[in-house]
């Protein structure tokens, strides 16, 4: 099994605790929220209409989407109201302060 790709997006100080940042790694943006001090990587914006999830709403492990409200369990991609309806996910890494992100979808 190949080693997987990870791609530094952020230092650990710019997504503090309970916080939901966007970044940008490449042509790729990924959301990630600081949920108890543990960073997690979602797809940035909501398929519902795109809207921003970055700008969202964090309550513990749901964000909530600044346009709609639709919410997520930021730890599984699962909508909240909906199980089938789910968001991407990415492995992450926080190393020496570095946030990376292997920017292969997990589901």
């Known amino acids: 099994m190949p080693a997987r790709q990870l791609t530094t997006v952020a230092h650990l100080d710019d997504v503090p605790?309970?916080?939901v940042r966007t970044m940008r790694a490449g042509d790729v943006e990924v959301?990630?929220?600081?949920v108890g001090g543990e960073i997690v990587a979602l797809q940035a914006h909501c398929p519902h209409l795109g809207g921003?999830?970055?700008e969202g709403q964090l309550d513990g492990?749901?964000?909530s989407c600044?346009?709609?409200g639709w919410q997520f369990d930021v730890t599984t991609g699962e909508n909240e109201f909906d199980r089938a309806i789910t968001i991407a996910t990415y492995d992450t890494l926080v190393e020496n302060g570095e946030v990376k992100v292997a920017l292969k979808e997990l589901r």
């Open 17 to 19: 605790p309970d916080t």
């Open 66 to 68: 600044p346009w709609h």
């Open 52 to 54: 921003p999830l970055g």
């Open 31 to 34: 959301t990630l929220a600081n």
């Open 61 to 63: 492990c749901v964000l």
